[in-house]
């Protein structure tokens, strides 16, 4: 593996730990800023919402900075904010460090997704976008819960100073690992070209399907601590072990489908998303057998992440043109489906839905979105229409 794929793969590691690491040490920080912790989830929440609203607009501000000049400041401002984390005194501060945070999150997946692509011969890229989106299903393996174990040890303050000293580390392996040029920054003038790729029909529907995926992901996943204890009569202390087998099927399936995205895409695209709408009525089924539910949940969370690659990798191919803005909707796209999920979750939770039923309602999610999917295709072959060549690529400067 290149070493800028893995300094990149390190920094994504980083962003995503500190996204879900606040997860394991909640009751901490609700009791050390004397909050609620409901009050204190809105640390996660606020997150997401921060990524999917903020990235977009810094990254179209900063759309004619270096390359690697953006990447090494936004894993800079990351570091600081752990910094800040570790000493927030209350809990407005530390909401607002969170989200500051979670600006440069939302900017750092979508300009690394151009510069891992930007590294690689044509016919690897799908296996370069994996690589990244490996770091985020390495840091729930591994990450969140050394992270949550550092809190429970030396109090939930130690494991952000873990984040700064993991945000050094990435900031030190980018800037010795990645190359000057690693694609463009772009001219004055463009944002109404990177307005224009988002309504080329590739683009939007891959959007959509995301949205869809992640509603279809995140409603059972959220609540899945509750849905293993009350359906499937699993022991507490068991839950840990069910998510690592759910991390390390995730892990098995992003790079899985980076070969499926270079290998032929919208075919894989389809396949999977039909897969994914089968399982999780699977699992609807097998909820109250533990062993059937266990190894549906491992090839489940398998699939959740080989499905994320195909989808990233048809948005950049036909906005490789124009690829800022569409980038950055990526990371913005995922996140805005974790907090619809979440919210609408609890809504049917509070209206007498059983947790058993959360997977049928991804079920629905899964079959509109292999419906978009074939629709977009066909419209595709019918058009005729080809990807846009990319946009030649303009000295930088480091």
Same mark, same amino acid.
């Given at each position: 593996m290149p070493l800028p794929l893995i300094a990149l793969f390190l920094a994504?590691?980083?962003?995503?730990?500190?996204?879900?690491?606040?997860?394991?040490?909640?009751?901490?920080?609700a009791a050390g800023l004397d909050v609620s912790v409901p009050s204190a989830g809105y640390l996660v929440s606020g997150y997401a919402l921060g990524v999917a609203l903020g990235g977009p607009f810094l990254t179209v501000a900063t759309a004619r900075v270096s390359r690697k000049t953006l990447l090494l400041g936004l894993l800079f401002v990351f570091t600081l904010g752990q910094m800040a984390c570790?000493?927030?005194?209350?809990?407005?501060?530390?909401? *607002?460090? =969170?989200?500051?945070?979670?600006?440069?999150?939302?900017?750092?997946?979508?300009? *690394?997704?151009?510069?891992?692509?930007?590294?690689?011969?044509?016919?690897?890229?799908?296996?370069?976008?994996?690589i990244i989106l490996a770091g985020l299903t390495v840091s729930n393996i591994v990450g969140v819960p050394l992270g949550a174990a550092i809190g429970g040890w030396l109090g939930w303050r130690a494991t952000f100073w873990s984040m700064f000293a993991l945000g050094i580390l990435s900031l030190a392996a980018l800037a010795l690992?990645?190359?000057?040029?690693?694609?463009?920054?772009?001219? $004055?003038?463009?944002?109404a070209r990177e307005v224009r790729a988002l309504g080329r029909q590739q683009v939007w529907t891959c959007l959509i399907i995301m949205l869809m995926l992640m509603i279809g992901q995140m409603l059972p996943f959220t609540y899945i601590s509750p849905l293993l204890? %009350?359906?499937?009569?699993?022991?507490?202390?068991?839950?840990? !072990?069910?998510?690592?087998? &759910?991390?390390?099927?995730?892990?098995?399936?992003?790079?899985?489908?980076? =070969?499926?995205?270079d290998w032929r895409l919208m075919p894989s695209l389809i396949s999977l998303l039909a897969i994914q709408a089968v399982l999780l009525l699977v699992i609807y089924?097998?909820?109250?057998?533990?062993? $059937?539910?266990?190894?549906?949940?491992?090839? !489940?969370?398998?699939?959740?992440?080989? &499905?994320?690659?195909p989808i990233q990798s048809r948005i950049l191919g036909w906005t490789a043109d124009a690829p800022n803005l569409a %980038?950055?909707?990526?990371? %913005?796209?995922?996140?805005?489906?974790?907090?619809?999920?979440?919210?609408?979750g609890a809504i049917v939770l509070n209206a007498g839905v059983p947790y058993r039923a959360l997977p049928?309602?991804?079920?629905?999610?899964?079959? &509109?979105?292999t419906a978009v999917a074939i629709l977009s295709w066909w419209a595709e072959r019918?058009?005729?229409? =080809? $990807?846009?060549? $990319?946009? %030649?690529?303009?000295?930088?400067?480091a």
């Open positions: 994504a590691f980083a962003f995503g730990t500190t996204e879900f690491v606040i997860a394991g040490v909640l009751p901490q920080v570790a000493v927030a005194p209350d809990f407005p501060t530390m909401l *607002a460090f =969170r989200a500051a945070i979670a600006v440069t999150h939302g900017t750092f997946f979508g300009v *690394a997704m151009v510069v891992a692509v930007n590294l690689v011969p044509e016919g690897k890229r799908g296996q370069a976008i994996a690992a990645l190359p000057r040029r690693v694609g463009p920054a772009h001219r $004055p003038g463009n944002l204890q %009350s359906v499937t009569g699993l022991d507490e202390r068991t839950i840990p !072990w069910v998510l690592l087998a &759910i991390g390390i099927g995730s892990t098995v399936g992003v790079l899985a489908g980076g =070969r499926l995205a089924f097998v909820g109250p057998y533990p062993v $059937p539910m266990v190894i549906a949940l491992f090839v !489940w969370g398998g699939l959740n992440f080989a &499905i994320g690659t %980038s950055a909707l990526i990371p %913005s796209g995922f996140n805005l489906g974790i907090a619809i999920a979440a919210s609408f049928l309602f991804g079920v629905a999610a899964l079959t &509109i979105a019918r058009s005729g229409m =080809r $990807p846009p060549v $990319p946009v %030649s690529a303009t000295p930088e400067i």
